[in-house]
């Protein structure tokens, strides 16, 4: 299983997603890198975001995370995951069992990654720079956490 450095930024990643296609229909991140100190998460998109959209996609993030919510694994047969979700971007092949990462009923999705247990425990979330390049919208954000939004 693939570990990350940092739960509190891939579970951030999760929330990021889930805000990205509820405000703009878009889809979850076809690509991601999660480190530690910065992140980046990658979108088909037609644009860059405005200063505005920026703000909103924080503010949601950081809202998500102050209500405190569960992040829980269960666990699907191949078949029904698949009939569920986007399994691409799962680094095997066909499993008998899917890992289904939920977070409250804000977010789920198939993941391998390390998680927090509550998305409280997560800390702030920033927005650092956004940018377009031939269909491809670039958000690179951090997390900081022990902070709030408005530390």
């Not at 009939?83 to 971007?89: A, C, D, I, P, V």
């Amino acid at each position: 299983m693939k570990t990350y450095e940092s739960p509190e930024m891939h579970t951030a990643e999760h929330i990021l997603n889930q805000t990205m296609v509820r405000m703009f229909d878009c889809g979850r991140s076809f690509s991601s890198h999660i480190e530690k100190k910065k992140s980046k998460c990658d979108y088909h998109f037609g644009r860059d975001l405005t200063e505005d959209e920026k703000k909103q996609i924080e503010k949601s993030v950081n809202e998500t995370i102050k209500k405190n919510l569960p992040v829980s694994e269960d666990f699907l047969p191949f078949e029904k995951a698949a009939s569920l979700y986007n399994l691409e971007r799962l680094p095997f092949g066909r499993k008998d069992s899917v890992r289904i990462v939920r977070i409250g009923d804000y977010d789920a999705c198939p993941c391998i990654g390390q998680h927090v247990s509550s998305t409280g425990t997560i800390g702030a979330f920033k927005i650092t720079t956004s940018s377009y390049n031939d269909g491809v919208l670039r958000v690179r954000f951090k997390v900081f956490p022990g902070h709030n939004e408005n530390d």
